[in-house]
């Protein structure tokens, strides 16, 4: 008896405290899905390198159930141009400070010759830990070069868009354990920076950090252009976080935040008609003002949004970073078609293609802005130029009509 009085208050002991353990675990996790990934040091997943399965040559990868080493994957980039010459080239953006290449694939339609066709932007893995974006920008290109002349979607697409997509913005991060192996990625670049807080701030203070080579050749490729939409790809939540980063939308609302919400319930809920449960970590809807999740200064969202007149959403795709190669083909089979319609979005901003004054800042597009010298402005009538070489330094206002767009000399 006596075993067995003791027995049990022992076994009632056990029992409170893994009632406790699993109260406290429970707790851990509802915050920790309440946090913003972007804000703190983050968790290092603890997957096995076994559920990473490399990608060794071209071949091996064709199966899209595994992760590109460092060569496979530049000799990816290269293959997409020998295949579909007529649709696509590479640029190099920039080198990292290891010496990677910083790539970006340029894909048109054949006949490229309109002069006002618009250019798009997909940027991933900017965190070289958050594998997914990386993979399915891969899988994407391939998918939008395989596709020409037999979906009508991808087709149109394509022959009215300019579409440049970066499937890799911190390789030093991704490949920090060398370039056979993606089990040991990080956050950071080599320089154990965080690229997402190097940006130049247009609200606040300068970085801690001097901007970092990834960073300098990423904003000179921008300036290049005249993207009017693009997109950031992360890991470790499912949210689409639109502008600003900087502020709640209580202190101050960013001007197109009904089109970004429109564009984000559009893009959650095709992902969703495919699995049900996705998205659903950080708010039901799927969706978020960036600073309403969580306020950041210094990131490339707010910065690309401010200085460039170009609409940028930060997309986070999976809730694991590091997501086990097992699961990559039912993430593309998720979150494909959205990642599509996303792009097709460029032909539907609410002002800016069509000119129509919505708001009273910069309602035609300048570029490039910054801008040092001469500075085209996209207007229905068509395009202007201005030249603000002998005009100081600074932001300076100019009308066109009545229609005020704002102009940054550096
Ligand atoms: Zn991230």
């Known amino acids: 008896m006596k075993v067995i009085n003791i027995a049990l208050p022992l076994a009632a002991g056990r029992r409170a405290m893994v009632f406790a353990l699993f109260f406290m675990f429970a707790t851990i996790s509802a915050s920790a899905q309440s946090l913003r990934p972007d804000a703190f040091p983050p968790v290092e997943d603890t997957l096995s390198p076994k559920a990473l399965t490399m990608a060794t040559t071209l071949e091996e990868m064709d199966r ?158 921008v300036e290049r252009h005249n993207f009017l939409l693009s997109a950031n790809l992360h890991g470790g939540s499912e949210v689409m976080n639109y502008p600003w980063d900087s502020f709640t939308s209580y202190e101050r609302l960013n001007e197109h935040s009904e089109w970004w919400k429109a564009v984000s319930k559009r893009f959650v809920d095709t992902c969703r008609r495919v699995d049900n449960r996705r998205f659903r970590d950080v708010r039901p809807a799927g969706y978020v003002n960036g600073g309403d999740w969580y306020v950041i200064s210094n990131g490339r969202q707010d910065y690309f949004n401010y200085y460039h007149n170009m609409r940028e959403i930060t997309m986070e795709l999976s809730t694991v970073k590091k997501l086990a190669t097992n699961l990559l083909g039912h993430y593309w089979k998720v979150e494909s078609q959205s990642l599509i319609n996303y792009i097709e979005e460029i032909h539907h901003l609410d002002d800016t293609v069509v000119g129509v004054p919505h708001h009273q800042e910069a309602a035609y597009k300048a570029f490039p802005n910054p801008t040092r010298g001469k500075v085209t402005v996209v207007t229905p009538q068509g395009a202007r130029c201005y030249d603000l070489g002998d005009r100081p330094a600074g932001i300076h206002i100019i009308r066109i009509g009545d229609m005020p767009v704002k102009i940054i000399k550096l």
Request: glycine share 6%; proline share 6%; net charge negative.
């Open 64 to 221: 899209w159930n595994r992760y590109p080493t460092y060569n496979v994957y530049t000799a990816m980039m290269q293959r997409f141009v020998e295949r579909y010459p007529d649709l696509c080239r590479v640029d190099t953006i920039g080198v990292s400070i290891q010496g990677r290449l910083i790539l970006c694939l340029a894909i048109t339609g054949s006949s490229d010759n309109d002069l006002y066709r618009p250019e798009f932007f997909y940027s991933s893995t900017m965190h070289g830990d958050e594998l997914t974006g990386f993979y399915l920008m891969l899988r994407l290109c391939d998918t939008l070069l395989g596709s020409y002349g037999t979906s009508r979607q991808i087709t149109s697409l394509l022959d009215r868009t300019r579409i440049y997509i970066n499937p890799l913005s911190n390789p030093d991060g991704t490949y920090y354990g060398g370039d056979s192996t993606v089990a040991l990625a990080r956050r950071y670049n080599a320089d154990s920076v965080d690229l997402n807080r190097n940006y130049p701030d247009p609200f606040g203070t300068p970085p801690l950090d001097s901007l970092q080579p990834e960073n300098k050749a990423m904003i000179a490729y």
